[in-house]
């Protein structure tokens, strides 16, 4: 037990430091930009005299209210992630509905445009004539469409649309909505696999609530003009870099994790795995709705035998008892 709680209390020091290390840089911000209005390392002196006349008690207490400021802030924020990450991929309210309309069209006229150079390209590609450039752009454009949904799914943001991209593409290639499978997936991936996942995922949220801590730090603007221009830095790099990059990287191992580990879903549920590429989309479908609403065919018929069970042990190791990231369609509406 006592390693137990030792275990508990080494990651629940990890998390705290984790989740309030940048409202202590918010906070720290602040402070400059108050002690720049009041006229530089003058304005401490008062508020130190009066800390010092205070009984230890007193100080042991201020001192705790601070570190609970600094927390509850973190805490706030922390809770914002999802809802601004929503915001983020562009899911946004009817008042934004005309722009939001706007920025898709202009998103699907590209995804058009990218998809005629591909299959303008393609035969000079495949038969080894293309010239140097011509592979450049073939590369560029196969990189752009790979970032971009099929079908009218698209999103009026690069983050939305690279999200969108990874949900879909299972149900795209192998007939298996992500939004579904995803949490019985989950359970059967090795631990080194749920570890890369999840790191992604912290990446990920840790840059959109830079983007808040950014916007948040504007609001020191009154005391410093510096605050205004550095904010805004902050929350532009992550909307506009910070936060696709990581929704990548995420996205990527998303659908690897489908690619490489889809077998053992089969295995688990005891279907029959398909047999070529043409069936397994028409059975990947059939197994979403298994899994979704359940089915009354006859069809098909359960394989025999107790299914392998998962890579991971059930009772440890660096995944057990983790919750699984969201995949993309499930931190937003549908």
Same mark, same amino acid.
């Given at each position: 037990?006592?390693?137990?709680?030792?275990?508990?209390?080494?990651?629940? +020091?990890?998390?705290?430091?984790?989740?309030?290390?940048?409202?202590?840089?918010?906070?720290?911000?602040? @402070?400059?930009?108050?002690? $720049?209005?009041?006229?530089?390392?003058?304005?401490?002196?008062?508020?130190?005299?009066?800390?010092?006349?205070?009984?230890?008690?007193?100080?042991?207490?201020?001192?705790?209210?601070?570190?609970?400021?600094?927390?509850?802030?973190?805490? +706030?924020?922390?809770?914002?992630?999802?809802?601004?990450?929503?915001? @983020?991929?562009?899911?946004?309210?009817?008042?934004?509905?005309?722009?939001?309309?706007?920025?898709?069209?202009?998103?699907?006229?590209?995804?058009?445009?990218?998809?005629?150079?591909?299959?303008?390209? +393609?035969?000079?590609? $495949?038969?080894?004539?293309?010239?140097?450039?011509?592979?450049?752009?073939?590369?560029?454009?196969?990189?752009?469409?790979?970032?971009?949904?099929?079908?009218?799914?698209?999103?009026?943001?690069?983050?939305?649309?690279?999200?969108?991209?990874?949900?879909?593409?299972?149900?795209?290639?192998?007939? @298996?909505?992500?939004?579904?499978?995803?949490?019985?997936?989950?359970?059967?991936?090795?631990?080194?696999?749920?570890?890369?996942?999840?790191? +992604?995922?912290?990446?990920?949220?840790?840059?959109?609530?830079?983007?808040?801590?950014?916007?948040?730090?504007?609001?020191?603007?009154?005391?410093?003009?510096?605050?205004?221009?550095?904010?805004?830095?902050?929350?532009?790099?992550?909307?506009?870099?910070?936060?696709?990059?990581?929704?990548?990287?995420?996205?990527?191992?998303?659908?690897?994790?489908?690619?490489? $580990?889809?077998?053992?879903?089969?295995?688990?549920?005891?279907?029959?795995?398909?047999?070529?590429?043409?069936?397994?989309?028409?059975?990947?479908?059939?197994?979403?709705?298994?899994?979704?609403?359940?089915?009354?065919?006859?069809?098909?018929?359960?394989?025999?035998?107790?299914?392998?069970?998962?890579?991971?042990?059930?009772?440890?190791?660096?995944?057990?008892?983790?919750?699984?990231?969201?995949?993309?369609?499930?931190?937003?509406?549908?």
């Amino acid at each position: 037990m006592g390693s137990f709680w030792s275990g508990v209390g080494g990651k629940l +020091a990890e998390r705290w430091a984790a989740l309030t290390a940048p409202a202590l840089v918010f906070w720290l911000g602040g @402070l400059l930009a108050w002690t $720049h209005a009041r006229g530089g390392a003058r304005a401490w002196e008062a508020p130190a005299d009066w800390l010092k006349r205070q009984p230890a008690g007193g100080q042991a207490v201020v001192l705790l209210g601070l570190l609970c400021a600094v927390g509850a802030t973190a805490v +706030a924020v922390d809770r914002l992630t999802r809802p601004v990450l929503v915001l @983020l991929e562009g899911y946004w309210p009817a008042p934004l509905r005309p722009l939001r309309r706007k920025l898709t069209q202009r998103v699907q006229r590209r995804r058009e445009t990218a998809h005629e150079d591909f299959q303008a390209l +393609a035969p000079a590609i $495949h038969a080894g004539t293309a010239t140097a450039e011509q592979r450049e752009r073939y590369a560029s454009v196969d990189r752009d469409l790979r970032r971009l949904p099929t079908g009218p799914r698209l999103l009026p943001t690069r983050t939305g649309n690279v999200l969108r991209a990874a949900e879909t593409r299972p149900v795209d290639k192998y007939g @298996l909505d992500a939004v579904v499978v995803w949490p019985r997936l989950w359970l059967l991936l090795p631990d080194p696999v749920r570890d890369e996942l999840g790191s +992604a995922r912290r990446a990920l949220d840790s840059s959109v609530r830079a983007c808040v801590w950014g916007l948040l730090f504007v609001a020191f603007t009154p005391w410093t003009l510096w605050a205004l221009p550095a904010g805004l830095a902050v929350a532009v790099a992550a909307v506009y870099v910070w936060v696709p990059a990581r929704a990548e990287v995420f996205a990527d191992l998303l659908e690897a994790a489908f690619d490489l $580990h889809r077998g053992a879903l089969y295995t688990q549920l005891r279907w029959p795995l398909p047999a070529n590429p043409a069936e397994e989309r028409v059975t990947g479908r059939r197994v979403t709705t298994y899994l979704l609403r359940g089915l009354d065919s006859t069809t098909p018929t359960f394989t025999s035998g107790d299914a392998s069970p998962p890579a991971s042990s059930a009772g440890g190791g660096a995944g057990a008892g983790v919750s699984p990231p969201p995949a993309p369609g499930t931190t937003t509406p549908p």
